[in-house]
């Protein structure tokens, strides 16, 4: 029904920054909130950033004050802005969304998830 694709990701010096973009498309009448997490090998994936419908956000310890998430419902997409990363960032990002879909019921998708490297 719905579908979520993830892009940005990549390979970035210590200090550098990266844009994540994640976009929804299928049967998509309108979103709750949206998340993105990140999971580095052999540790649980970790809430990374959220926001809500009325753009409430929320931010993860290890990340606050670097990353920002936001919104743009028509376009059905949720991006992620990554400044001052750090080795430790390194990770597969995956994106979430709660949507509302034509059928009239409220569900939760995973995107792809997207590879971010930051060499130090």
């Known amino acids: 029904q719905v579908q979520l694709v993830e892009s940005g990701g990549g390979l970035v010096q210590t200090g550098g920054s990266l844009r994540l973009s994640c976009a929804g498309s299928g049967s998509i009448v309108r979103f709750n909130n949206m998340r993105w997490y990140r999971q580095a090998p052999g540790k649980q994936r970790e809430l990374v950033a959220s926001i809500t419908r009325g753009d409430s956000t929320d931010y993860g310890d290890s990340v606050k004050g670097r990353f920002t998430i936001s919104r743009d419902s028509a376009k059905n997409t949720v991006t992620l802005q990554m400044n001052s990363l750090k080795p430790g960032d390194t990770a597969v990002y995956y994106c979430?969304?709660?949507?509302?879909?034509?059928?009239?019921?409220?569900?939760?998708?995973w995107g792809q998830g997207t590879q971010v490297t930051v060499s130090s």
């Open positions: 979430n969304f709660d949507v509302y879909t034509a059928s009239g019921s409220l569900r939760n998708y």
